[in-house]
């Protein structure tokens, strides 16, 4: 009785150069389910740095920079996770260098990261061009602004009054109020023309004393200018805490696909990443 032994078929040649988009996509699944739910509980604790709500005016720089900082942090634990499944599930490279393996892992982690960035980016387009042609269909162009959202606390002091009927529609009011209000944070400031143009609409529409609709329109002129400053400098910081999340998001997307190809072959992590290899050490030290 003979037993033929099996004949294994030797592994696959995969050149250093060449993707494979199985492990990126894979990497890049995972590191947008992450982002998600990071994104997610940052906001339900309270972190964000913009907000249509007129108590966001309230919050100190610190919550700004704090938010700032979660973000970043989310950002480098969702693309170095993504880079790592695609480092550790990647392929082995035969006949090349580890220097070229190690640039090929690199180069799955970015390949992780871009496609991360574009599927998050064409879902907020998605998103955000539903929402514009919504809005748009059920509101006609006179009766929108722009500045409801930013400024609809103003608008509801502006034309506040205890003897309107409930059922009266003041949204095209509203809607030319808003838009006269953006004027007031130029440099030149509210012209003459539309202060007294709001005057009178206050008049006509709250039945105040003529002195009276002048204090509340330059109150409410006031608090726009000052809410609308403060919505230009949490743009700004989230824009530059976006930015800064990318950028060092797909630096840890790199490190992490090298990492994870360095396990995936049983070698040791680089030496720029001599602390993270202390686990590797303690387990050499049990055996």
Known sequence: MTVENPVLAPPAVVAPGMVQWSPVVLGALAAAALSFIMVTFGATI??????SSPTW??????????????LVL???????FGGYIAGRMRAPVTAATS?????????????VWALAVVMGAILAGLVGSAVLQRSSSSTPAARSSAAE??????????????????????????????RILLTASGHNGMSAD????????VVATTGLAAADAERRVDSVVANSAAAIARSRHSTVILAF????????????????????????????????MAHANAFERRRAVVR
Not at 46 to 51: A, K, P, Q, R, Y
Not at 102 to 110: P, Q, T, V
Not at 250 to 263: K, L, S
């Open 149 to 178: 959202p930013l400024l609809s606390y103003e608008l509801d002091r502006l034309f506040r009054s205890a003897r309107r009927a409930p059922n009266v529609d003041m949204s095209a009011e509203r809607a030319e109020a808003g």
């Open 241 to 272: 805490s976006v930015a800064t999340a990318l950028l060092l998001g797909a630096v840890a997307a790199w490190a992490a696909a090298c990492a994870g190809g360095r396990h995936r072959d049983g070698a040791p992590l680089p030496e720029w």
């Open 99 to 111: 220097e070229d393996v190690e640039r090929a892992d690199g180069a799955h982690g970015l390949a």
């Open 46 to 51: 309270g972190l964000g740095v913009t907000s």
């Open 74 to 80: 989310q950002a480098v634990l969702s693309f170095g």
């Open 57 to 70: 005016r309230d919050a100190s720089a610190a919550l700004w920079i704090l938010s700032g900082i979660y």
């Open 194 to 201: 539309d202060r007294a143009y709001l005057v009178q609409q």
